[in-house]
């Protein structure tokens, strides 16, 4: 797909992440939810997603960076972690041929979940013994979603929380886990066309505002209080996820 970038898609791409990049500084989560959510509405959900790539690699690589303990969170998690990467790798070569309602429609829709699974608290525990089949369904299914939206967060969030990790492990493993889904996320827009050289110098130019925005983020994050904000973050990304919804029936 060869994207004409105009100066106001330009524009509103740094608006769009000096802002996903400010709530994932106070909360540690949501910039590809919140990205592409909002640039959706406004442009190809493709164009959204391409946007989303180099700072999804950067500021998630900074996050297990500052998180450590990379090799105990490759020993824990690389079921969920190579299921989900073959998986969204496939499913991402044949983002080129979907339909623009359907991928409006499937952002929308994980939106909605993304919105909901980070209101559970206390999902079902998983038992050892079938831990690791688990990991291998969810991760699929997140590979899935994920390669065709770029949002795969729904079952990741749900599996670390039935887990029963604490906050800082839940941001360390999900910093992990998700970098982990970009990078083949990234190759497959290589390989299927949708990043081409414009796409992929903008994505670039999306590194600088997300990373201003995550320091303001973690700034205010010391006078917010940070479940109320996220909460409110979620309720108005829940409405907007439902818009998307209700757009692709109009396309």
């Avoid at 887990?163 to 910093?175: D, M, T």
């Avoid at 010391?222 to 996220?230: A, S």
Wanted: hydrophobic share 55%; glycine share 8%; net charge positive.
């Amino acid at each position: 797909m060869s994207a004409t970038v105009t100066t106001e898609v330009l524009l509103l791409a740094v608006a769009v992440f000096l802002l996903a990049g400010t709530v994932k500084g106070v909360i540690g989560l949501g910039l590809p939810t919140i990205s592409i959510s909002m640039l959706a509405q406004f442009v190809d959900p493709r164009i959204a997603i391409a946007f989303l790539l180099l700072p999804g690699l950067v500021t998630n690589s900074w996050q297990v960076y500052r998180g450590g303990h990379v090799k105990e969170s490759v020993e824990r998690f690389w079921p969920f972690v190579c299921s989900m990467s073959v998986v969204l790798f496939i499913a991402s070569l044949f983002a080129a041929y979907a339909s623009t309602r359907a991928l409006v429609l499937g952002i929308g829709v994980m939106v909605v979940l993304w919105t909901i699974t980070s209101f559970v608290q206390s999902p079902p525990k998983i038992p050892p013994q079938v831990d690791r089949s688990v990991q291998f369904a969810l991760g699929a299914l997140s590979g899935v979603m994920g390669g065709l939206t770029a949002i795969w967060s729904p079952p990741m969030v749900i599996y670390l929380l039935s887990i029963k990790c604490n906050k800082e492990e839940f941001v360390r493993y999900s910093g992990f886990i998700i970098l982990c889904g970009t990078v083949p996320l990234f190759v497959g827009y290589l390989f299927n066309g949708l990043l081409d050289t414009k796409l992929a110098f903008a994505s670039f130019l999306m590194i600088i505002p997300t990373l201003i925005g995550f320091s303001i983020g973690e700034y205010l994050r010391r006078f917010l209080g940070g479940e109320q904000f996220q909460k409110a973050v979620l309720a108005v990304f829940f409405l907007m996820g439902l818009n998307l919804i209700r757009r692709s029936f109009l396309l």
